[in-house]
């Protein structure tokens, strides 16, 4: 993790108005500390505190639509694992934890007439 890294993160925060709802006080100290003091990090556990926080950001940085996507493409997923191992596929059972297949299922449950409800 860089210094402009890092405050590229702050910036994109700032940009989408989370930077003071998705993180606690010490939390946005910390990065802003670390911004100020720091070119690299590389300290193992200054690392692992800021990678929680930059998770945190970028969560919170998501659109709605993402969001709805995928929540509804891991449920759709996991359903039509199911059906398909039922019908004895065997590669079925890995679609769960297919990120493209959890993703494509969600956008065509999403874009459905259905699928858009508030």
Known sequence: ????????????????RVWFT???????GIVDLT???VDT????????ILGRVVVKILK?????FVMRVEWTGSDLAARLSRI???????QAAGWTGDRAFRRWAGVNAVNSSAG???
């Open 116 to 118: 858009w409800r508030g």
């Open 22 to 28: 998705a993180c606690t006080k010490v939390e946005r």
């Open 41 to 48: 990090v590389r300290s193992t556990r200054l690392a692992l």
């Open 84 to 90: 398909g191992a039922s019908w004895g596929m065997a």
């Open 60 to 64: 919170a940085c998501r659109s709605r």
């Open 35 to 37: 911004i100020c003091c």
């Open 1 to 16: 993790m860089t210094r402009a890294w890092l405050d590229g993160v702050r910036r994109r925060a700032w940009r989408k």
